[in-house]
């Protein structure tokens, strides 16, 4: 008698376990909060970098502006904007109407200390 030996094709499976789907589901998701976790942050972070550069810029053209006063006497908004010592990314508005606001949607006042 001949022995015979069945051989079982093994047949290749195609497509993802649930397992594997869920792992990747579950990396998806936290790559999608941590990015909501660290782009306000960031956000903020930059935003603050951008005022400190617009704090030196209006110092420095304060400073050209009143290089032969003794003291800032009659330093205002108004003055500020006509004299261009606002950068424009800060101006809201056009002409000498125009109104400086910061990063953060705040006002910005300048103004002499007397």
């Given at each position: 008698?001949?022995?015979?030996?069945?051989?079982?094709?093994?047949?290749?499976?195609?497509?993802?376990?649930?397992?594997?789907?869920?792992?990747?589901?579950?990396?998806?998701?936290?790559?999608?909060v941590a990015?909501?976790?660290?782009?306000?942050?960031?956000?903020?972070?930059?935003?603050?970098?951008?005022?400190?550069?617009?704090?030196?810029?209006?110092?420095?053209g304060v400073?050209a502006l009143?290089?032969?006063?003794?003291?800032?006497?009659?330093?205002?908004?108004?003055?500020?904007?006509?004299?261009?010592?606002?950068?424009?990314?800060?101006?809201?508005?056009?002409?000498?109407?125009?109104?400086?606001?910061?990063?953060?949607?705040?006002?910005?006042?300048?103004?002499?200390?007397?």
């Open positions: 008698m001949k022995n015979t030996v069945l051989i079982k094709k093994i047949k290749s499976k195609k497509g993802f376990s649930l397992l594997e789907l869920l792992l990747v589901l579950g990396i998806i998701a936290a790559l999608v990015a909501f976790i660290v782009y306000p942050k960031v956000q903020a972070s930059q935003r603050a970098q951008a005022e400190s550069n617009n704090i030196a810029t209006i110092q420095a400073k009143y290089t032969s006063a003794s003291s800032f006497t009659g330093l205002t908004n108004s003055v500020a904007v006509q004299a261009k010592i606002f950068p424009d990314n800060m101006l809201s508005g056009s002409g000498s109407s125009a109104t400086p606001i910061n990063a953060f949607k705040g006002n910005v006042v300048v103004e002499s200390a007397d």
